[in-house]
């Protein structure tokens, strides 16, 4: 059985069944079937079906926002928000898909040359709980949209989530397999990934969650020759320059470090600040994170949440006293809360170098990391020095000096005085350890289908 259980509070939830290897079997088999009749219909159709989930995310917008944050703690606000950009994302991806799978033709040597973008067939996506229905969304629309059939296996800890976004489809009026979830429990997760990997009804794979899940799943993946693309985990770097906005630059970098009680693969986490401004920037950073309210995400005003599951908030003290024990100042926070719940306070870290868990290490939670540098190279060592590379930031008031600190980091996208974010309309994803692959735009729903090739002469 799958047990969820209340992060704010540490009581269980609900329970569901797990599915067996014959099950799984069975539903694979199913959403193929609906996938070869799926590939025929015609894009109006799917854009039709498409726009119809996104008025259905609206009009349920606080049940299934409420569910979130239930499950996983987030505040409801935010909750509401990840709902409603999914919605967009539907109605995104249903307006321009047949213009991103247009045709393209040339001719060449008295020949005419069409490429075709054609599904590939059914797609797993193995999700995670930190977004649980944007993270599926933003893979499922393009990918459904470009006639592909999709399994998913989403995280236990949402499995109220999973049900409900696979009922959502259903109720649009899909083919009733065409979208199907899978329940597997914890300790089975890699076994039954690779049985669903090596299945043949599955074509590809799309992994958002950690760097070692992205491992696992990208080596089963590479074994079945099938293909994959993996968002992992990031250490966005933010650049503070010495010419930045102060306060903006504050104000930006609190609200991404505590967006979704800091559980983001793309939150800010190590901000690199200039020597000119590294005692105001720190003294403003630590009286706004010690501001933020904590408390129940479905209380009025709440900034920060719990963490998601008492195994991950271990984690992160473990994170922040090695990091202390190694030297670094502890600024604010870094005290477990008294009551039930899984929360952990708003926390700064000063004084941080190379070799300290803060700085070679993802924090998953709402730590800030400070490191001080005395100029625009020594920042962008810095930025670069980690295994990630999704997202980064940069601030400064000289925006040719801010672009060409851009052009040297080793991330998947950079952004000029602002938090980064995932947008349907910019291709989405990492290097290094970030994974690879891009999600979203017209890049992204190009990663699952087969570029085919016809020469006519």
Known sequence: MIVTINPATGEPIAEYATMPSGEIDRLLR???????????TGMEERSRL??????????????????VSLEMGKPLGQSRAEVGKCAWVCDWFADRAAEFLQPEESEFDGAKGIVRFEPLGVVLGVMPWNFPYWQVLRFAAPAIMAGNGIVVKHAPGVTGCSIAIEKL????????????????????????????????????????????????????AGRAIKRSVLELGGSDPYIVLDDADLSQA????????????????????????????IDEFTEMLVRKMRAAKVGDPFANGVDVGPIARADLRDLV??????????????????????????????????????GMAAWEEEIFGPVATVIEVRDDDEAVAVANDSEYGLGSAVFSRDLDRALAIASRLETGNCFINSMVKSDPRLPFGGVKLSGYGRELSHHGIREFVNIKTLVVV
Request: charged fraction near 20%.
């Open 250 to 277: 504050v104000d930006v970098c609190v609200a991404s470090r505590l967006l979704n009680s800091g559980q983001s693969c793309i939150a800010a986490k190590r901000f690199i600040v200039h020597t000119a401004l």
């Open 169 to 220: 489809f259903v109720d649009a009026g899909f083919p009733e397999h065409l979208y199907r979830a899978v329940h597997v429990a914890l300790d089975d997760v890699d076994r039954l990934t690779g049985f669903m990997i090596d299945h043949p009804a599955v074509q590809a794979v799309s992994v958002t969650g950690s760097t070692g899940a992205g491992r696992a799943v990208a080596s089963k």
């Open 50 to 67: 498409m726009k119809r989930l996104a008025e259905l995310l609206r009009e349920q917008q606080e049940e299934h926002a409420r569910l």
């Open 317 to 354: 003290h473990s994170q922040v006293e090695r990091s202390v024990a190694a030297g670094a100042k502890l600024l604010c926070g870094g005290v477990f809360p008294q009551g039930p719940g899984y929360f952990y306070p708003p926390t700064v870290l000063g004084g941080v170098r190379k």
């Open 30 to 40: 199913l959403v193929d079937a609906d996938f070869r009749r799926w590939r025929l």
